[in-house]
């Protein structure tokens, strides 16, 4: 258990922390979500919309710190694969 002030206020902060992070990331799965399913119905012009709606998203999260850079240029190097075959 947590004993000194700086340790509690830490435990306060990094609750805080989760739940807008988890937010963040909840934001956009829902933004990469909007492009699968367009992908999946075969609609490229949807796929191509809600894939310029994501790619600001995915860079936010970056710029946040709630995904990795890597992680996200490999994302939307799938994703924009998947758009432009259609």
Known sequence: MANTPQAKKRIRRN??????????MSRIRNFVKKVE????????DAAKTALQAAQPEM?????RGVLH??????KL????KRVAAL
């Open 59 to 63: 860079a936010r999260g970056v710029a």
């Open 77 to 80: 190097s799938r994703l924009s």
């Open 69 to 74: 850079k890597n992680t996200a240029s490999r």
């Open 37 to 44: 399913t367009a992908c999946e119905a075969g609609d490229k």
């Open 15 to 24: 609750e805080r922390r989760a739940e807008i992070n988890g937010a963040r």
